[in-house]
Structures are given as structure tokens and as C-alpha cells.
């Protein structure tokens, strides 16, 4: 259904969109404030399952005349996560904040890797210096992330149309309840793993930050 410039998206709303699309998510998400939207179904659904007024949106994306930037997985991307989600400070790391904060310049479609129920785990752990770049890369290989789109300009936001509104039922909710715990387990379990095969190899986030 994808063609080079429209793209079928899923995004998932607690109690349903109100107005016109708009780049307003809370501050602190991966990619910064933006309009949230990834290529999976089930990765919007098992946000917004526990919420008993939940809708899920099937969306058009038109990228005609927009600047859209991709992110490749790796320690980039991870480091801007880190940026946008307030963990890395311009007065410890001037020189990379100032590298991610210039990320956005120009850019009304972020394209990259989901930080998903699996990842948390993993990145609040390299956060929080319990595992290194190395270990923390290999980990976001292994878990197979959906891909998602951020829009954070209003003229992206405007290049977006809705094509579906899903309320799920009772029984769905349930089913994607234990889906999404079962994702996080799985996520811990991986992690784990390949953790303590690399905890030798690679740097802390807070030696990066020195560097």
C-alpha cells in the first residue's frame, strides 16, 4: 500500500484525537515533541490497551515537500534518545548536546527505531551506567524495533489524514494487556543475555559524555 511518498502509519491515542492533528506530544519522547506514528499495529496498541476510552488510528503519511530525517539504529540514535528524554545535559556534554539539539533543524519527519515496551529496560540501563554502548547496541539488533515516524512541525502534522478509527473490544484488550507484558519479559530476559556476553566490551554512557 506504501508508495515512495504515502505511508501507512498506526498511531494510538488514550482517549482519542480532539481537532486537528497537532506536533503535541509530551516533551520527553524519544524523538522530542512531535506527532507519534509507527508502521506496526501492535506496537501503538499495547500503549494504549489499559485505557478504556483507547482508539487506534490507520493514517496516511504524504512526505511530498517535507524534510524527513532518518536515524539508523546505533549509538546515534540512542544518545539522542538520551538528548530528548533529558539525560544529557549541555553542562556535562556541550559538545554532544549541541551535535543533538542540531538534529532538528529543518526536519518535519523524524524516521527511526522504536523504543518499545522491550527497549525501556535496555536503555534506562545504559542510562543509567549498568551496561555499555557495545552491550546496548547489540541488545537493540537482537530486539527487532518497529519503525516510527515523528512529526514535528505543524506542516508535517498537516500532511497527515485518517483513514480508520479502531475502539477495541473488551476481549482485545485483554489479549494485548498479555501481549505487552509478555514483550517486556521477553526484552528483559534478551537483555540480560547478551548483557553479560558484552559487559566487558565498550564504554559507559557517563564515559561517553566525557569524552
Known amino acids: 500500500?506504501?508508495?515512495?511518498?504515502k505511508i501507512k502509519l498506526f498511531h494510538g491515542s488514550k482517549a482519542g484525537l480532539k481537532g486537528n492533528i497537532r506536533p503535541a506530544s509530551r516533551a520527553l519522547c524519544d524523538f522530542g515533541q512531535g506527532f507519534y506514528m509507527g508502521t506496526e499495529r501492535e506496537q501503538p496498541s499495547t500503549l494504549i490497551c489499559n485505557y478504556p476510552d483507547s482508539v487506534l488510528?490507520?493514517?496516511?503519511?504524504?512526505?511530498?515537500?517535507?524534510?524527513?530525517?532518518?536515524?539508523?539504529?546505533?549509538?546515534?540514535?540512542?544518545?539522542?534518545?538520551?538528548?530528548n528524554r533529558g539525560r544529557l545535559s549541555r553542562d556535562v556534554a556541550?559538545?554532544?548536546?549541541?551535535?543533538?539539539?542540531?538534529?532538528k533543524n529543518g526536519v518535519d519527519i523524524f524516521k527511526g527505531y522504536i523504543a518499545n515496551d522491550?527497549?525501556?529496560?535496555?536503555?534506562?540501563?545504559?542510562?543509567?551506567?549498568?551496561?555499555t554502548d557495545k552491550a546496548l547496541i547489540e541488545s537493540l539488533s537482537a530486539l527487532k524495533l518497529g519503525i516510527q515516524y515523528v512529526a514535528i512541525t505543524q506542516k508535517a502534522c498537516d500532511s497527515i489524514s485518517i483513514?480508520?478509527?479502531?475502539?477495541?473490544?473488551?476481549?482485545?484488550?485483554?489479549?494485548?494487556?498479555?501481549?505487552?507484558?509478555?514483550?517486556?519479559?521477553?526484552?528483559?530476559?534478551?537483555?540480560?543475555?547478551?548483557?553479560?556476553?558484552?559487559?566487558r566490551e565498550g564504554l559507559f554512557f557517563d564515559e561517553i559524555l566525557k569524552q
Open 1 to 5: 500500500m506504501n508508495s515512495e511518498s
Open 57 to 83: 488510528y490507520e493514517l496516511e503519511l504524504d512526505t511530498t515537500n517535507l524534510s524527513v530525517k532518518e536515524i539508523p539504529l546505533g549509538l546515534d540514535w540512542a544518545l539522542f534518545v538520551a538528548f
Open 94 to 103: 556541550p559538545i554532544l548536546y549541541d551535535k543533538y539539539a542540531a538534529f
Open 118 to 131: 522491550r527497549m525501556f529496560v535496555v536503555l534506562d540501563r545504559f542510562f543509567d551506567g549498568d551496561i
Open 163 to 199: 483513514i480508520k478509527k479502531n475502539i477495541f473490544s473488551s476481549e482485545e484488550r485483554k489479549n494485548l494487556i498479555q501481549k505487552s507484558e509478555s514483550n517486556r519479559k521477553l526484552g528483559i530476559s534478551l537483555a540480560d543475555e547478551i548483557c553479560r556476553k558484552y559487559r
